[in-house]
């Protein structure tokens, strides 16, 4: 912030896929060790409300961390070589935070929390500048008893809803209008009243644009619900053969065979099960090899997963472990490392024991690169153990980081589905749809493992129906890992990432001159450069005060440019400072309402 002060202030005043994927060499079984200790993570009783994304904006992940039976919650803040838990920013004390995933609900630049509760009322923190503001009540959120909670934008407006499931009322839908209030509009989408929900897994499971919900339930069945459109839902349990899954349980769409069509992982009568996808609206059964388990023990049942590609092979791996409160653990937690697959045969093999992994605790796991080298690290929480961090040492940097916006930099984009092609070819090679699981997710992108030095095409499926092409959007087309820092930062529906009007590549890094100036609501800030680069785009207050991060991230070469809407913001001059590489240019605009 110092060197921004001085330029406000003094100068302005992965077999053939695996071949592509993982170069020779590359292969091989993860090694992990447990840093929580030394990175002041070691924190126990905390199995509620469990995230990583990018609270402060500075690039890499932070984590928000709650207790399901009570207890303060709190975000810590990633240090580098510690984390610092961070007090009086409007966390809630001493309460029910059994999950949240976070969401930019008023399309302002900042997440925003729900946490559906069970035992306490709801909340919903806004956020506004970094602290928590409670509109709970205001919004009509105000009620407990939640058993699982989920984003969907039921009518593709481009604002996402919340799917709610009561332990006594069944679900529950509230539309989000335009960010400013929540309607309850259940009766309008009638959805079977489940009253014994354990886990919601979300995806667009049949590739037709809209989302689809397999609903786990304890000890009543399942319920698979396929969309028709229009957030219309259908049973298709039995049809489509998932009333066999039993799964009871944790459960998440992966895609194991990578044909883009998500496959569902779940377990039942005391085993992991995989339902292949077979794209036609049915699915069958996987022999899944190397998951056996005692029976007598009832292991897995009800165990949450987090699935990665681990040992960055080209393929996905999971772990298992216990559901966080449920104060039964009469197993050893399970790491699953994905040997082959042929057909619908399937291999594993635990690596648990291999790693102290294997203890017993009910928790919950989840995944993120929390120290950026490239791979994947766990991160599992107890009711009666201190958390454990994991850190991954395979330490590759063969991988993709996509991490998808809205068009003015709104962090709303969940359910976007990224799909990784060869550059010029038809046939993906990798699918990542960003859920609130826990797959191929780091913090708000998509992961992928790749050729650090490999050529790749991008297609972007979003929520809300819009779909980016490589051969309409130049930086999603001939992407380079390794020549673009291996992260890559898009914006819904810009054509101008390379604008249109200028074809020529820039000879050099420059803040174009923003317009309209002085504007009333929203300008538009041009940029351009001359070399794929790390950029950064803030603005500032005349006090120095960060306003709204634009841009951050790794950006292809050309001409671009970015919205900002000031609304919400008073009248005032602001400054729009962009960091290229070691150059900072600044430019001053003026709002007037």
């Known amino acids: 912030m110092n060197r921004i002060h001085s330029y406000i202030f003094g100068a302005a005043v992965t077999a053939a896929l695996s071949?592509?994927?993982?170069?020779?060499?590359?292969?091989?079984?993860?090694?992990?060790?447990?840093?929580?200790?030394?990175?002041?993570?070691?924190?126990?009783?905390?199995?509620?409300?469990?995230?990583?994304y990018d609270y402060d904006d500075d690039g890499d992940l932070d984590m928000l961390q709650?207790?399901?039976?009570?207890?303060?919650?709190?975000?810590?803040?990633?240090?580098?070589?510690?984390?610092?838990?961070?007090?009086?920013?409007?966390?809630?004390?001493?309460?029910?935070?059994?999950?949240?995933?976070?969401?930019?609900?008023?399309?302002?630049?900042?997440?925003?929390?729900?946490?559906?509760?069970?035992?306490?009322?709801?909340?919903?923190?806004?956020?506004?500048?970094?602290?928590?503001t409670d509109r709970t009540y205001e919004l009509g959120l105000d009620f407990n008893g939640c058993r699982d909670t989920k984003w969907v934008d039921f009518n593709n407006d481009g604002w996402m809803d919340i799917l709610y499931n009561h332990y006594t009322e069944g679900f529950k839908i509230f539309r989000n209008d335009a960010g400013n209030d929540f309607a309850d509009i259940t009766s309008q989408l009638p959805l079977p009243q489940l009253n014994s929900v354990h886990r919601i897994a979300e995806a667009d499971v049949d590739l037709d644009g809209d989302?689809?919900?397999?609903?786990?339930?304890?000890?009543?069945?399942?319920?698979?619900?396929?969309?028709?459109?229009?957030?219309?839902?259908?049973?298709?349990?039995?049809?489509?053969?998932?009333?066999?899954?039993?799964?009871?349980?944790?459960?998440?769409?992966?895609?194991?065979?990578?044909?883009?069509?998500?496959?569902?992982?779940?377990?039942?009568?005391g085993r992991h099960t995989i339902w292949h996808n077979d794209r036609d609206g049915t699915f069958t059964e996987m022999t899944v090899h190397g998951t056996e388990t005692d029976f007598s023990i009832m292991w897995p049942f009800a165990a949450d997963y987090a699935i990665a590609d681990f040992d960055m092979d080209g393929d996905h791996d999971f772990y298992a472990c216990r559901p966080?409160?449920?104060?039964?653990?009469?197993?050893?937690?399970?790491?699953?490392?994905?040997?082959?697959?042929?057909?619908?045969?399937?291999?594993?093999?635990?690596?648990?024991?291999?790693?102290?992994?294997?203890?017993?605790?009910?928790?919950?796991?989840?995944?993120?690169?929390?120290?950026?080298?490239?791979?994947?690290?766990?991160?599992?929480?107890?009711?009666?153990?201190?958390?454990?961090?994991?850190?991954?040492n395979t330490n590759q940097s063969h991988f993709l980081e996509v991490r998808v916006l809205g068009p003015h930099g709104e962090q709303d984009r969940w359910l976007t589905r990224v799909e990784l092609y060869p550059h010029g070819q038809t046939n993906a090679l990798r699918v990542s749809e960003l859920s609130s699981s826990n797959v191929n997710r780091n913090g708000l992108s998509n992961y992928f493992v790749t050729d650090e030095n490999g050529h790749y095409d991008l297609r972007i499926f979003f929520a809300c129906g819009t779909v980016m092409e490589p051969e309409d959007y130049?930086?999603?087309?001939?992407?380079?890992?390794?020549?673009?820092?291996?992260?890559?930062?898009?914006?819904?529906?810009?054509?101008?990432?390379?604008?249109?009007?200028?074809?020529?590549?820039?000879?050099?890094?420059?803040?174009?001159?923003?317009?309209?100036?002085?504007?009333?609501?929203?300008?538009?800030?041009?940029?351009?450069?001359?070399?794929?680069?790390?950029?950064?785009?803030?603005?500032?207050?005349?006090h120095g005060q960060r306003v709204r991060e634009l841009v951050n991230g790794r950006i292809a070469a050309g001409h671009h440019e970015i919205i900002w809407n000031a609304s919400g913001h008073s009248s005032g001059v602001y400054f729009v400072v962009m960091d290229a590489g070691t150059q900072t240019d600044i430019r001053k605009v003026l709002f007037a309402k």
């Open 19 to 52: 071949l592509l994927l993982c170069p020779l060499g590359v292969q091989g079984q993860p090694l992990f060790e447990d840093v929580a200790p030394q990175l002041g993570l070691d924190i126990t009783g905390a199995c509620g409300a469990m995230f990583w």
């Open 66 to 132: 709650g207790r399901r039976f009570g207890g303060d919650t709190y975000i810590y803040r990633n240090d580098g070589d510690h984390f610092t838990r961070l007090e009086g920013i409007g966390l809630p004390e001493d309460w029910d935070a059994a999950g949240s995933v976070p969401m930019d609900f008023d399309h302002d630049g900042d997440l925003d929390h729900f946490f559906g509760c069970y035992h306490t009322n709801n909340l919903f923190l806004v956020n506004q500048g970094g602290s928590f």
């Open 211 to 269: 989302i689809d919900l397999f609903v786990s339930q304890m000890s009543q069945g399942d319920c698979f619900l396929l969309n028709q459109g229009g957030g219309v839902y259908e049973d298709a349990t039995v049809a489509s053969g998932l009333h066999l899954a039993r799964a009871e349980g944790g459960c998440a769409w992966v895609d194991f065979d990578h044909d883009k069509y998500p496959d569902l992982l779940t377990q039942g009568n």
């Open 324 to 392: 966080g409160g449920c104060g039964v653990y009469l197993a050893p937690n399970q790491f699953f490392i994905q040997d082959s697959l042929v057909e619908l045969d399937i291999w594993f093999h635990n690596v648990a024991p291999d790693f102290g992994m294997d203890y017993m605790a009910d928790g919950y796991p989840t995944v993120a690169d929390f120290d950026r080298d490239g791979d994947m690290d766990l991160f599992i929480t107890s009711q009666d153990q201190p958390s454990r961090l994991f850190r991954n």
């Open 474 to 542: 130049p930086m999603l087309s001939d992407v380079v890992p390794s020549a673009i820092g291996h992260r890559l930062t898009v914006y819904m529906a810009q054509p101008s990432a390379v604008n249109p009007r200028e074809t020529e590549t820039p000879q050099s890094h420059e803040l174009g001159v923003p317009y309209p100036n002085p504007f009333n609501g929203s300008t538009t800030i041009p940029y351009a450069l001359s070399t794929n680069e790390a950029v950064r785009i803030v603005v500032y207050n005349v």
